[in-house]
DNA sequence: TTGACAAGAATGAACGTTCATTCCATCCTC
DNA sequence: GAGGATGGAATGAACGTTCATTCTTGTCAA
């Protein structure tokens, strides 16, 4: 086995092959997308690609690291600085995942990665890892909208926020399975979370 | 070929395949489940089994099939008498899900028909096929909730209940990976339907 | 009760294909 | 001309599937 080079070039080739794989993965699935597939995608001859990557299970898990750093970069861009209002967030994060899914895939390769982390230990742990940070942010969230006039009771914010990221979740399989849109759901989300307890507040209308 | 048989026993025979490739499935997923797994699992030699069933293809469709109506039924169970209050209903759902999950795994095969769906479109189809009657069962929910204090605003019932349904599907997937429990998800539920209203909660923020 | 016979059930070796991977000759570039 | 980069044939294992054959069971005439 030729040992896997490491120059600046070789990075290059290995971000060739992994768009070429990502694109196989999403439209088949990792187990049903053969090596043959990736190599015709990438229009490399195996033995080219050998050297760059050992197999690939390696290509598979670059492919999963990439994809959960792409949607905690999607969350985190929307949550970095001060947190803004719950709803307004939660609409955000609802339209940057409706763009990955229309642009790059990223949300669907998502649902892939979940499947796979049900029989794949180490895939399991990278989503776990991954999700934590993100997790806690919605916390975050969830207790800054406290602050601002949002009192849930008596309960934790991290119910609350498990809550809030299943919703998330929840869209994302509805957005890859049926087509639902952001802005449809981010407004099933507003009367959640605006469900008033009596009429009289329809002063905080939308625009 | 053999044609496929039809008689009662064959019935009992088709059932316990199906059952062993459902262990099969759970453990390994449907691409990366090998018939001979299948042949172990089942005790069975292949021309037997082909006597059954006249591919593989077949048996995963059936276990598709079997695994959403499962789903449905849970739902069903829920939801098919007069409504119960919103909460109560889905805090009875998620039960119902953790339940499957411990002992029939049922919810973890859901994952991977999502993942399945988002390249089998005989599939996609079935999966909307069944979901149709579960949204309309939601809809349905939050009307009622609507006569019994539950004011949404100006939100639209079909909103809303994608959204409680997408809460449900993101319970499915953090039980799956996370092993979070129906008990504190409910509570989180809990919390979010029992938010007073604030003035914040106005989506008017842009990208 | 027995033996001949039919038919469904089950077997497991074998098939052609495709899989992931390796090996090596050839090409380019410095 | 040396050494990394590349192409492509070749490898053996594993895949889903088939088929000739054997086993099992039930029937019925003698």
Redesign the interface.
């Known amino acids: 086995m030729v040992p896997v080079s490491h120059s600046p070039a070789a990075d290059t080739r290995r971000q060739h092959v992994l768009a070429a794989a990502r694109r196989c993965f999403l439209?088949?699935?990792?187990?049903?997308t053969s090596m043959q597939d990736i190599l015709r995608e990438a229009q490399m001859s195996p033995g080219n690609l050998y050297r760059y990557f050992p197999g690939k299970d390696a290509i598979v898990l670059a492919i999963v690291e990439a994809t959960l750093a792409e949607v905690t970069a999607a969350f985190e861009q929307t949550l970095l600085d001060e947190p803004?209002?719950?709803?307004?967030?939660l609409?955000?994060i609802l339209?940057?995942i409706e763009r990955l899914d229309d642009h790059e895939g990223t949300p669907?390769l998502a649902?892939?990665i979940?499947?796979?982390?049900?029989?794949n230990p180490a895939i399991?742990s990278l989503?776990?890892e991954a999700?934590t940070p993100v997790r806690q942010w919605f916390v975050h969230l969830v207790e800054a909208?406290r602050h601002?006039?949002?009192?849930?009771?008596p309960?934790?914010p991290e119910?609350?926020?498990?809550?809030?990221?299943?919703?998330?979740?929840?869209?994302i399989?509805?957005r890859?399975?049926?087509k639902?849109d952001a802005a449809?759901?981010?407004?099933?989300?507003?009367?959640?979370?605006?469900?008033?307890?009596s009429?009289q507040?329809?002063?905080?209308?939308?625009?």
């Not at 809550?163 to 979740?169: D, E, K, N």
């Open positions: 439209a088949n699935g990792f187990h049903a803004p209002p719950l709803l307004q967030a609409t955000e339209r940057a669907r649902i892939q979940w499947g796979e982390a049900l029989r399991a989503f776990a999700i909208q601002h006039g949002l009192t849930s009771g309960v934790a119910h609350l926020a498990n809550v809030l990221l299943g919703a998330i979740h929840g869209f399989v509805q890859a399975l049926l639902l449809s759901y981010a407004e099933g989300l507003r009367g959640l979370l605006a469900a008033p307890a009429p507040n329809d002063a905080s209308g939308t625009s």
